[in-house]
């Protein structure tokens, strides 16, 4: 069998599928925002997916904690993930480059995107799987 050229090899290793974190955080759309915090302390994320019907209807990050509810609500401890949440969810193929998924981002002005296989969300990519990306993209240009 052929040995894929190089330059093929290197875009293959840029899709989204190898730097985004496998497995989704959810919460219950009625769910408090404490409760999403927790969540989100528990399983040291940055977001939670916010879920009605067994579908995924938006997003709760850390900053929409700390930018819509601790700053802007007298009384957080009531707030629901509902009222704040992010929507529509914003979503990429795992198969999509990850500067395709810094695009999305940037112009959607956000810092985490659901990632989907065959439309089903399958795991998150935030900015913070882009460290890892730039460290293997140029580490390897050095090589």
Do not use: C, W
């Amino acid at each position: 069998m052929p040995e894929e050229p190089k330059e093929r090899r290197s875009v293959s290793q840029d899709e989204v599928r190898f730097y985004m974190t496998h497995g989704v955080t959810s919460v219950i759309h009625n769910a408090t925002v404490t409760e999403a915090a927790q969540t989100m302390f528990d399983t040291r994320q940055g977001s939670v997916l916010v879920e009605q019907n067994g579908t995924y209807i938006g997003i709760v990050t850390e900053g929409d904690i700390s930018k819509r509810v601790i700053a802007q609500i007298e009384k957080p401890i009531e707030v629901r993930v509902e009222e704040i949440m992010s929507q529509p969810l914003i979503h990429i193929e795992s198969s999509e480059l990850m500067a395709k998924a810094f695009l999305v981002m940037q112009k959607h002005g956000v810092r985490h995107i659901a990632v989907s296989e065959n439309n089903k969300i399958t795991g998150m990519l935030s900015i913070r799987n882009f460290s890892a990306y730039y460290v293997r993209k140029f580490s390897k240009r050095q090589s």
